[in-house]
């Protein structure tokens, strides 16, 4: 049981390439989501899961997609990263039945030059 | 919209004092309400949480407490150690909501 796992642990981008934060987790999970954070932002909402094939924008999501074709997988992806995108990616799951309750990765500290 | 207001943003204490931060809500409907601690690099991790049926909640050194009228919550270490130095997150959700409203933290540091 390895909770839930973020790749890479560190990324560097140039304006406009693209890429995709992977997240996993081992636990059957139902809900993932992302979330951002920033300095002295708190972490806020970019997309959220509520099981397979089900996916739903949180508040900030643009500029990034996502995708749940397994209850395993939740990868983010920037299809034309920008500076504003610099910040620490964090990935979250909730056990079934708990809603509200998140387990986190260790996060991926992305930079946006 | 919705938002959760968290202070102070910095917060120092000897070791062994006691340490408190709080947080106001304004979404009357929320019903559940987490507080993070995150360490250096590392992802947040839930340490208490209370839902809006208590008023306090206790784990050993930790315990929060909820007044729904006033719409706030406050996170209360005793005995404080140099390894509770972190940043504090609090956060709220409403009933069957899977979303976490988070504050903007509170940076905490125990001096020994």
């Known amino acids: 049981n390895a909770g839930v796992t973020q790749t890479p642990k560190f990324q560097v981008l140039k304006t406009g390439q693209s890429m995709t934060l992977q997240c996993a987790q081992d636990?059957?999970?139902?809900?993932m989501s992302w979330y951002r954070q920033d300095p002295g932002m708190g972490l806020r909402l970019i997309h959220y899961?509520?099981?397979?094939?089900?996916?739903d924008q949180g508040e900030v999501p643009n500029g990034y997609n996502v995708s749940r074709s397994t209850t395993e997988d939740f990868p983010l992806r920037l299809l034309s990263a920008a500076p504003s995108q610099t910040s620490v990616y964090f990935c979250?799951?909730?056990?079934?039945?708990?809603?509200?309750?998140?387990?986190f990765g260790a996060g991926t500290r992305l930079s946006v030059l | 919209g919705e938002n959760v207001e968290q202070h102070p943003s910095t917060l120092s204490v000897q070791e062994g004092d006691s340490a408190v931060i709080k947080c106001t809500y304004s979404?009357?409907?929320?019903?559940?309400f987490p507080w993070y601690k995150q360490e250096l690099g590392k992802g947040p991790q839930l340490i208490i949480d209370?839902?809006?049926?208590?008023g306090e909640k206790k784990d050993q050194r930790i315990a929060v407490t909820l007044n729904k009228t006033a719409k706030h919550f406050s996170l209360h270490i005793t005995e404080t150690q140099p390894e509770d130095s972190a940043v504090y997150f609090c956060?709220?959700?409403?009933?069957?909501?899977?979303?976490?409203?988070f504050g903007k933290g509170t940076k905490l540091s125990v001096i020994p």
């Open positions: 979250a799951s909730s056990p079934p039945g708990t809603k509200n309750i998140q387990y």
């Open positions: 636990m059957n999970h139902e809900y």
């Open positions: 899961s509520v099981g397979a094939g089900i996916t």
């Open positions: 979404d009357s409907a929320s019903n559940y």
């Open positions: 209370i839902r809006s049926n208590v």
């Open positions: 956060a709220y959700s409403g009933a069957g909501s899977y979303q976490l409203t």
